[in-house]
């Protein structure tokens, strides 16, 4: 079974850090783009960072991306988390292909592959 499976997530303080990690199942993130997006109630999902098979990446302001491949997992790091930053986020992988590895794209529509969603909320 295909699976991605985030944690890490629960409540942070503004101005604070906060890792999640996502671990992949049945299938190896190597090579592949991969990314996390994220959904607040009432808004639509956006892409936050990717980073494609040959690891150029793409990255909104206080975040960044990286990629384990000897644990199948990969990271999202945020720094000084905003109020704004309360979501639910997911991480996403797309199949292989030449274009995974070239390219990543914060464009939901990318990507084969969805975790369960993890919540973050950033609050005093």
């Known amino acids: 079974q295909l699976q991605l499976v985030e944690s890490g997530g629960g409540l942070v303080q503004p101005g604070g850090s906060l890792t999640l990690s996502c671990a992949a199942s049945g299938f190896s993130l190597e090579g592949r783009a991969i990314g996390w997006f994220r959904q607040a109630p009432g808004k639509e999902r956006e892409g936050i960072a990717c980073?494609?098979?040959r690891d150029s990446h793409s990255v909104r302001g206080r975040f960044s991306i990286s990629r384990d491949n000897a644990k199948n997992s990969m990271y999202l790091r945020m720094n000084s988390s905003e109020p704004e930053d309360t979501a639910t986020y997911y991480c996403?992988?797309?199949?292989?292909?030449?274009?995974?590895?070239?390219?990543?794209?914060?464009?939901?529509?990318?990507?084969?592959?969805w975790g369960q969603g993890a919540q973050v909320t950033v609050s005093a």
């Open positions: 980073l494609s098979g």
């Open positions: 996403v992988a797309r199949s292989p292909s030449t274009l995974s590895q070239r390219s990543c794209y914060l464009d939901k529509t990318f990507y084969d592959y």
